[in-house]
């Protein structure tokens, strides 16, 4: 889910998507507005789930799609080889959410252990462990 914004209503650590892909944004500059035409905004932004940089320009004006981010609690169940069964601690919905590229996080998962996960466009991530 998304919901439309204006280009200059956005700030850097706020997200976009771009190419269906929810970013955060890292630079953010306007430039003025010229003689033969409205003032443009260039705006860098990381993706959250592939951490590819991606980087647009459109008029202040135009408008730009902002992603819906369900941050959730769960609690991790099992480890499979190329997920994590976790359970959403209040709907208690089980579901598979893929290992974390981070090498800190994913030492630090263990059976049991409550984590927070966002949903971004359909797609679960896991952000941190809790505690």
Known sequence: MS???????????????????????????KSKPGKHGSAKARIVAIGVFDEIKRSFVKPVSAQVEVPMIEKRAGQVISLLPASVQVMDLETYEVFEAPLPEDEGLKSKLISGIEVEYWRILGITKIMRTKG
């Not at 700030?11 to 771009?18: F, N, P």
């Open 3 to 29: 919901k439309p914004a204006e280009i200059g209503a956005l700030k850097v650590g706020s997200y976009v998507i771009v190419d269906n892909e929810p970013c955060r944004i890292v630079s953010y500059t």
